[in-house]
T-cell receptor, first 113, second 115 residues
Framework: QQQVKQSPQSLIVQKGGISIINCAYENTAFDYFPWYQQFPGKGPALLIAIRPDVSEKKEGRFTISFNKSAKQFSLHIMDSQPGDSATYFCAASISSGTYKYIFGTGTRLKVLA | SAVISQKPSRDICQRGTSLTIQCQVDSQVTMMFWYRQQPGQSLTLIATANQGSEATYESGFVIDKFPISRPNLTFSTLTVSNMSPEDSSIYLC????????????FGPGTRLTVL
């Protein structure tokens, strides 16, 4: 019940295309859902996050779509660029106690020039 | 967001030895977390370290193997004790503060190889 399932494991997209990464969770107590971007040899960087009271959040080319009833959320990268090539992790947490994250398994994105 | 540094950035160690990893933040933060990321894998939380209290360890991680100190609001250490090759991983610290405890910011990581 604490797992966050992420798909696909890897993704190849043409420059200018849309990259879509999906995550699903079971624990309905989760109330904060961030996405992280990690380049090789670097720590993860917070990209964008959403709470269950909204269905969509957009920041620049990055959009989170959230479906509370289906317990799913996804990251959309519009106009994907080669510089977006990285590993993306979704996560979920509960806004109380330790606030600890449960991370998804990661998606390795490659954007072809 | 806070600027986080870790030392060392990488190390190669012999089996049976111990390594202490330092995490320094440029501002005072309430929560600090230590994660392990095995090559090509996701992040697994080792423990939560809050100043003034004992670290809280996740299932599968014990204090004897991964002792943690949190002497003040800007610094923490994680020791990997009696290392074996299975401990070869990237170790990351992250921080969260009262502005938003949900938002965690990560350090650059320490890449550990155990021979």
């Amino acid at each position: 019940q604490q797992q966050v399932k992420q798909s696909p494991q890897s993704l190849i997209v043409q420059k200018g295309g849309i990259s879509i990464i999906n995550c699903a969770y079971e624990n309905t107590a989760f109330d904060y859902f961030p996405w992280y971007q990690q380049f090789p040899g670097k720590g993860p960087a917070l990209l964008i996050a959403i709470r269950p009271d909204v269905s969509e959040k957009k920041e620049g080319r990055f959009t989170i779509s959230f479906n509370k009833s289906a317990k799913q959320f996804s990251l959309h990268i519009m106009d994907s660029q080669p510089g977006d090539s990285a590993t993306y992790f979704c996560a979920a947490s509960i806004s109380s106690g330790t606030y600890k994250y449960i991370f998804g398994t990661g998606t390795r994105l490659k954007v072809l020039a | 967001s806070a600027v986080i540094s870790q030392k060392p950035s990488r190390d190669i160690c012999q089996r049976g030895t111990s390594l202490t990893i330092q995490c320094q933040v440029d501002s005072q933060v309430t929560m600090m977390f230590w994660y392990r990321q095995q090559p090509g894998q996701s992040l697994t939380l080792i423990a939560t370290a809050n100043q003034g209290s004992e670290a809280t360890y996740e299932s599968g991680f014990v204090i004897d193997k991964f002792p943690i100190s949190r002497p003040n609001l800007t610094f923490s250490t994680l020791t990997v004790s009696n290392m074996s090759p299975e401990d070869s991983s990237i170790y990351l610290c992250s921080v969260a503060d009262s502005g938003s405890y949900n938002e965690q910011f990560f350090g650059p990581g320490t890449r550990l190889t155990v021979l």
